[in-house]
C-alpha cells in the first residue's frame, strides 16, 4: 500500500446489518439482546416504557457488565404518552463528601493514553477504590420506577436480571475481547481477578458446540436481596453496610452517609429548537447536551442536500462540530456550584457506556443512558454484593486550581447525551434516541437526528449510515465507508483521520433509537455492536 494511501488497516472483511424492530406493542432498543428481551417481555405482559426500562436497566448489569450495573451512574429521559415535555431523572456523577484532591497527587508525566490530563499517581483516578464517584444507578432506576412506572412490584421487574445474573455471563468471543482488554488491571484486584480471571487468564469459548457462562460473584443474591428488601437498601440496608465495609476495607472514601444521602433528582427537561420543525428534550447541565445545542444552532442554516448528505453537509458538519467542541471544552464544567473554564483538558476517550431506548403501546418514550465509565469502571468488583464500581473520578481534571478539580461532593462534565424528540406542531415522529462511546457520543447523536428528521431516513438506512466523529477541536475522523468526494471535502476542512467502523478499535459511538410516527412504532441499534438489539413487544 502506497504511503500515502490513507485507507485504513482494515480488520472486518464482511458486510453486517442489524434488523429492524417494529410494531404497534412497544419496542425496546438495547446493546445486548437478552435485556432488551427482558425488556419487551414486560411490554408484553402489560408494563409500561418505564417498568420495561428499568428491567433492561438491571438485566444489563448481568449481561454487559463491563459497561453498566449497580455501581454506576447515568440520566434518563422520559415522556410519558400525549406530553408535551419530558422529564429529567439526573443519578448522574457526584463524588464523595470525603473526596480530598490531595489523595490524588501528580506524577509530572502526561497520561496520554486516554487522556491530556496530567498523571495521577498509581492512576488512583483511573482504577481502584480512590477513582469511585456514588454509585446511584438503582436510585436513578428506583425514581423511574416511582415516578412513572405502572406500580408493578419490583420484585416481578427484577425477576428477569435475577434469572441472567444466576445463569451467569455468556462465555463467548465478544466476553473474550472485553475482558482481555481490561486484564490487566481486572488482575490487580482480588474479586475482579477470581470471577473475571479463572485461572488467571480471560475466559475463552469452547472451539466448538455452545458457549458457557461465567459466574459473576454475588450479583444474583445482591439482586435477589434489593427484590426483597426494596432498592433502598442498597443505600440504607444491609447492602449499604455491605457495600460500605468493602470499600473502606479496600482503602476507599464512598461511605455509608454517602449512600444514605444518594437520591435521584427529577427535574423538566430543557429544550432545543431543531429547525421549525421539532423539539429536542436533553438532560440539560453538565451533559453533552449544551454542545449538542451550540451544533444544532450551528447548522441551522446549512442547506440540505436531496436526497441524504453529501460533501458539503459533512464538511460543514466537521467545521461546525470542531469549533462547538473548543468553545466546550473552554467553557463548560462545574466543580459543585456554578459552571467555569475547563481550561485545555480533554474529556476520558476510553469510556464504555450504554444506552437503552423504548416505546410502549401507549406512546410513552424512554431514553436511558449510564455508564461505568470505563470499560469495567473501576475493576473493581465488591467481594459481599458482586457490584462492579463506576470510576467516576476519572471525569475530573485533576490539576489543582483547574475549573473543574477533584473535590468533595463535586459534579463533573461528563458525555452522556439521551434525547427525546416531540413535533412542534403536534404532527410528525416522536423519537428517543442517545449513544454510549464517551466523547464520541455527541456526534452520533447529532447524526442519527439529523438522518432521521432532516433527510427521513427509514430507521434501518439511518441507522446503518456511515458517519463522521469529532470529539474536540483537533480533527476530524471519517468511516472509511463514506465516499471519496465526502473524504475529500473533510480533509479540506481540517485535520482528517479515515477509520474502520469495526467492534475494535471502536472509533464511533454505538446509538440506537425508536421512532414513532401515527402508532407504528420502529427501532433499530448500531451495526458495530455485536450483542445489540432492537425487540418489539408480543
Given at each position: 500500500?502506497?504511503?500515502?494511501?490513507?485507507?485504513?488497516?482494515?480488520t472486518?472483511?464482511?458486510?453486517?446489518?442489524?434488523?429492524?424492530?417494529?410494531?404497534?406493542?412497544?419496542?425496546?432498543v438495547?446493546?445486548?439482546?437478552?435485556?432488551a428481551?427482558?425488556?419487551?417481555?414486560?411490554?408484553?405482559?402489560?408494563?409500561?416504557?418505564?417498568?420495561?426500562?428499568?428491567?433492561?436497566?438491571?438485566?444489563?448489569?448481568?449481561?454487559?457488565?463491563?459497561?453498566?450495573?449497580?455501581?454506576?451512574?447515568?440520566?434518563?429521559?422520559?415522556?410519558?404518552?400525549g406530553?408535551?415535555?419530558?422529564?429529567?431523572?439526573?443519578?448522574?456523577?457526584?463524588?464523595?463528601?470525603?473526596?480530598?484532591?490531595?489523595?490524588?497527587p501528580?506524577?509530572?508525566?502526561?497520561?496520554?493514553?486516554?487522556?491530556?490530563?496530567?498523571?495521577?499517581?498509581?492512576?488512583?483516578?483511573?482504577?481502584?477504590?480512590?477513582?469511585?464517584?456514588?454509585?446511584?444507578?438503582?436510585?436513578?432506576?428506583?425514581?423511574?420506577?416511582e415516578?412513572?412506572?405502572?406500580?408493578?412490584?419490583?420484585?416481578?421487574?427484577?425477576?428477569?436480571?435475577?434469572?441472567?445474573?444466576?445463569?451467569?455471563?455468556?462465555?463467548?468471543?465478544?466476553?473474550?475481547?472485553?475482558?482481555?482488554?481490561?486484564?490487566?488491571?481486572?488482575?490487580?484486584?482480588?474479586?475482579?481477578?477470581?470471577?473475571?480471571?479463572?485461572?488467571?487468564?480471560p475466559?475463552?469459548?469452547?472451539?466448538?458446540?455452545?458457549?458457557?457462562?461465567?459466574?459473576?460473584?454475588?450479583?444474583?443474591e445482591?439482586?435477589?436481596?434489593?427484590?426483597?428488601?426494596?432498592?433502598?437498601?442498597?443505600?440504607?440496608?444491609?447492602?449499604?453496610?455491605d457495600?460500605?465495609?468493602?470499600?473502606?476495607?479496600?482503602?476507599?472514601?464512598?461511605?455509608?452517609e454517602?449512600?444514605?444521602?444518594?437520591?435521584?433528582?427529577?427535574?423538566?427537561?430543557?429544550?432545543i429548537?431543531?429547525?421549525?420543525d421539532?423539539?429536542?428534550?436533553?438532560?440539560?447541565?453538565?451533559?453533552?447536551?449544551?454542545?449538542?445545542?451550540?451544533?444544532?444552532?450551528?447548522?441551522?442554516?446549512v442547506?440540505?442536500?436531496?436526497?441524504?448528505?453529501?460533501a458539503?453537509?459533512?464538511?460543514?458538519?466537521s467545521?461546525?462540530?470542531?469549533?462547538?467542541?473548543?468553545?466546550?471544552l473552554a467553557?463548560?464544567?462545574?466543580?459543585?456550584?456554578?459552571?467555569?473554564?475547563?481550561?485545555?483538558a480533554?474529556?476520558?476517550?476510553?469510556?464504555?457506556?450504554?444506552?437503552l431506548?423504548?416505546?410502549?403501546?401507549?406512546?410513552?418514550?424512554?431514553?436511558?443512558?449510564?455508564?461505568?465509565?470505563?470499560?469495567?469502571?473501576?475493576?473493581?468488583?465488591?467481594?459481599?454484593?458482586?457490584?462492579?464500581?463506576?470510576?467516576?473520578?476519572?471525569?475530573?481534571?485533576?490539576?489543582?486550581?483547574?475549573?473543574?478539580?477533584?473535590?468533595?461532593?463535586?459534579?463533573?462534565?461528563?458525555?452522556?447525551?439521551?434525547?427525546?424528540?416531540?413535533?412542534?406542531?403536534?404532527?410528525?415522529?416522536?423519537?428517543?434516541?442517545?449513544?454510549?462511546?464517551g466523547?464520541?457520543?455527541?456526534?452520533?447523536?447529532?447524526?442519527?437526528?439529523?438522518?432521521?428528521?432532516?433527510?427521513?431516513?427509514?430507521?434501518?438506512?439511518?441507522?446503518?449510515?456511515?458517519?463522521?466523529?469529532?470529539?474536540?477541536?483537533?480533527?476530524t475522523?471519517?468511516?472509511?465507508?463514506?465516499?471519496?468526494?465526502?473524504?475529500?471535502?473533510l480533509?479540506?476542512?481540517?485535520?482528517?483521520?479515515?477509520?474502520?467502523?469495526?467492534?475494535?478499535?471502536?472509533?464511533?459511538?454505538?446509538?440506537?433509537?425508536?421512532?414513532?410516527?401515527?402508532?407504528?412504532?420502529t427501532?433499530?441499534?448500531d451495526?458495530?455492536?455485536?450483542?445489540?438489539?432492537?425487540?418489539?413487544?408480543?
Amino acid at each position: 500500500m502506497p504511503a500515502h494511501d490513507s485507507t485504513p488497516y482494515r480488520t472486518q472483511n464482511w458486510t453486517v446489518t442489524k434488523p429492524v424492530a417494529s410494531g404497534r406493542d412497544g419496542i425496546v432498543v438495547a446493546q445486548n439482546r437478552e435485556a432488551a428481551e427482558a425488556g419487551a417481555a414486560i411490554l408484553a405482559a402489560g408494563g409500561n416504557a418505564a417498568d420495561a426500562a428499568f428491567a433492561t436497566a438491571f438485566a444489563l448489569a448481568a449481561v454487559e457488565p463491563w459497561n453498566s450495573g449497580l455501581g454506576g451512574i447515568g440520566f434518563a429521559l422520559v415522556l410519558p404518552a400525549g406530553a408535551t415535555r419530558a422529564t429529567v431523572v439526573d443519578f448522574g456523577p457526584v463524588s464523595s463528601r470525603n473526596t480530598r484532591a490531595a489523595d490524588y497527587p501528580l506524577t509530572g508525566r502526561e497520561k496520554r493514553d486516554l487522556f491530556t490530563w496530567p498523571e495521577v499517581e498509581g492512576d488512583r483516578n483511573v482504577h481502584g477504590p480512590l477513582s469511585f464517584c456514588i454509585p446511584s444507578a438503582v436510585a436513578g432506576y428506583a425514581a423511574l420506577h416511582e415516578a412513572f412506572g405502572t406500580g408493578r412490584p419490583v420484585a416481578d421487574l427484577l425477576a428477569p436480571a435475577l434469572a441472567l445474573a444466576r445463569r451467569g455471563l455468556a462465555q463467548d468471543w465478544y466476553t473474550t475481547l472485553k475482558i482481555a482488554s481490561s486484564a490487566s488491571v481486572l488482575r490487580l484486584y482480588e474479586e475482579s481477578a477470581r470471577i473475571y480471571l479463572p485461572g488467571g487468564l480471560p475466559p475463552v469459548p469452547p472451539y466448538q458446540g455452545t458457549p458457557g457462562f461465567l459466574p459473576l460473584g454475588r450479583l444474583a443474591e445482591t439482586l435477589e436481596r434489593l427484590a426483597d428488601g426494596g432498592l433502598r437498601d442498597f443505600y440504607e440496608g444491609g447492602i449499604a453496610r455491605d457495600l460500605a465495609a468493602d470499600i473502606a476495607a479496600l482503602g476507599g472514601i464512598v461511605d455509608r452517609e454517602d449512600l444514605a444521602r444518594c437520591r435521584a433528582v427529577l427535574r423538566d427537561a430543557p429544550t432545543i429548537a431543531w429547525r421549525d420543525d421539532h423539539l429536542v428534550h436533553t438532560a440539560g447541565g453538565l451533559t453533552a447536551a449544551p454542545t449538542l445545542a451550540d451544533v444544532v444552532a450551528g447548522m441551522a442554516d446549512v442547506a440540505l442536500p436531496r436526497p441524504g448528505p453529501d460533501a458539503a453537509w459533512f464538511s460543514a458538519l466537521s467545521t461546525v462540530m470542531r469549533d462547538a467542541y473548543a468553545r466546550r471544552l473552554a467553557g463548560l464544567g462545574a466543580a459543585g456550584s456554578g459552571e467555569a473554564g475547563l481550561g485545555t483538558a480533554l474529556e476520558p476517550g476510553d469510556t464504555c457506556t450504554t444506552h437503552l431506548t423504548v416505546v410502549d403501546r401507549d406512546g410513552m418514550l424512554v431514553s436511558v443512558t449510564t455508564t461505568l465509565l470505563s470499560s469495567m469502571g473501576s475493576r473493581v468488583v465488591l467481594p459481599k454484593t458482586g457490584v462492579l464500581m463506576n470510576n467516576g473520578v476519572m471525569w475530573f481534571d485533576p490539576r489543582p486550581g483547574s475549573a473543574n478539580p477533584i473535590a468533595a461532593g463535586a459534579r463533573p462534565l461528563c458525555n452522556m447525551c439521551p434525547v427525546i424528540v416531540t413535533p412542534r406542531t403536534g404532527e410528525g415522529p416522536r423519537l428517543a434516541a442517545g449513544a454510549s462511546g464517551g466523547r464520541r457520543i455527541l456526534a452520533s447523536v447529532y447524526q442519527t437526528l439529523a438522518f432521521l428528521l432532516d433527510f427521513g431516513m427509514e430507521a434501518g438506512a439511518a441507522a446503518h449510515s456511515p458517519r463522521i466523529d469529532v470529539s474536540g477541536p483537533e480533527g476530524t475522523s471519517a468511516d472509511a465507508r463514506l465516499p471519496q468526494e465526502v473524504r475529500d471535502a473533510l480533509a479540506a476542512a481540517g485535520p482528517l483521520t479515515v477509520v474502520e467502523h469495526g467492534v475494535l478499535p471502536i472509533n464511533f459511538a454505538c446509538p440506537n433509537f425508536v421512532r414513532l410516527e401515527s402508532g407504528e412504532a420502529t427501532g433499530c441499534s448500531d451495526v458495530a455492536s455485536p450483542w445489540s438489539a432492537a425487540v418489539a413487544a408480543g
